[in-house]
């Protein structure tokens, strides 16, 4: 089982990821980076991966996993089937997983009861097959009551391991009436914010900049102040709470710009007062630093999807962003760690990009890592 476990020296969530999940996710990042690299990967599109008989899209580190398994393996199909479901497509349909199939990795969270809340279900009269669907309100109120008494939790979350595989990896499903069975995605439209349309910003004036930062932040709750500079270098100043960086017109091209501005967006929502990852994760050293740029290079390609791919040259953007995140997975010295770090920053980039397109479907949770997991 894969949990979602914590580095007591750090405080630093990490997915803590079988050998056997390395080495079948190693290949599939080598690929993809260098062609991120290239630029010819379209890792983070419009389409997303999704759940063929539920609909669900996959989220995070869950659409990082079955993207790169897409590409790796050449499948142009976004759907994908869990593998509890085989058994009961095979039965039901004689549907049929072909054979050497390889699977893609995901992690599904759950939620379960404390080994203190489970002592009180005993308590209480409740068998073990109850617990997950016949303790009342009543019961769950005199519980935490309880157990807040005693400063325990009533339930912890994990991730837990599974494996999903492509719909054109089955036999007897794509072409027939079988076909019907698949749902399609829910989430298949960015709702909550108007795609933007990139005009030629080359002659923008610092104002028109703003005007265009405003629209991409309309959503946004709480917003960072933009500030311009002639420096080199674009930086998030978390103690003033300042993005500061080039005008449009002082950078080689819109999408150099566009890159900058999103990438310093996603750090400006590590303040205390947003998604505050600085509770979740220490921040001190180079590891640290590789985590958060990870989140906002990840954050930023994320971001993109809300921009009409006729807009700008999204494979410039593609390429840079290659060389950004090779280059930080590189100074990870081991596979397990390159793994983790890259599944790490994907979960914190979606959780991110959505505070500032769609605050209103994410929940602020303020609280350090390890005292919300067991």
């Known amino acids: 089982m894969t949990t979602l476990s914590i580095n007591k020296l750090k405080h630093e969530p990490v997915i803590d990821i079988k050998e056997s999940v390395i080495d079948l996710l190693m290949p599939m990042i080598d690929k993809a980076a260098n062609e991120w690299e290239s630029g010819n990967l379209e890792l983070f599109n419009m389409d997303q991966t999704y759940n063929a008989l539920h609909g ?41 997983l072909i054979k050497g199939t390889k699977l893609a990795p995901v992690w599904y969270s759950s939620i379960v009861f404390t080994k203190a809340a489970k002592n009180l279900l005993v308590k209480y009269g409740y068998k073990r097959s109850e617990y997950y669907n016949k303790v009342s309100r009543e019961d769950i109120k005199k519980m935490i009551q309880e157990l807040s008494a005693s400063n325990e939790n009533l339930t912890y979350r994990f991730r837990k391991l599974s494996y999903v595989a492509n719909v054109e990896s089955f036999s007897n499903l794509l072409g027939t009436d079988n076909e019907k069975i698949l749902k399609p995605n829910k ?51 978390p103690s003033l709470d300042t993005v500061n960086i080039r005008a449009s017109y002082n950078m080689a091209t819109p999408e150099a710009w566009i890159e900058t501005v999103l990438h310093e967006l996603i750090h400006s929502t590590n303040h205390k007062n947003r998604t505050n990852r600085r509770s979740k994760v220490i921040y001190s050293g180079h590891d640290g630093k590789s985590l958060e740029e990870c989140i906002a290079e990840i954050g930023m390609l994320f971001s993109l999807r809300r921009f009409s791919d006729n807009a700008i040259d999204k494979s410039i953007i593609y390429k840079n962003a290659g060389a950004y995140l090779k280059s930080w997975l590189s100074k990870q010295s081991t596979d397990k760690q390159k793994v983790e770090r890259l599944l790490t920053a994907a979960r914190y980039a979606e959780y991110a990009e959505k505070y500032i397109f769609e605050p209103k479907d994410i929940k602020i949770v303020n609280k350090p890592i390890d005292k919300q997991t067991k």
């Open 56 to 96: 669900y899209t996959f989220k995070g580190m869950n659409e990082i996993s079955t993207k790169l398994y897409n590409n790796y393996h050449g499948f142009k199909r976004n759907d994908f089937i869990s593998q509890t479901s085989f058994n009961k497509l095979y039965k039901e349909h004689k549907i049929i």
């Open 187 to 237: 989430n298949s439209r960015l709702e909550g914010w108007k795609q933007q349309e990139i005009h030629d910003i080359k002659n923008n004036s610092e104002a028109e900049d703003t005007k265009f930062i405003d629209s991409i932040l309309v959503n946004m709750e709480s917003k960072p102040k933009i500030l311009y500079h002639q420096a080199s270098t674009a930086y998030y100043a």
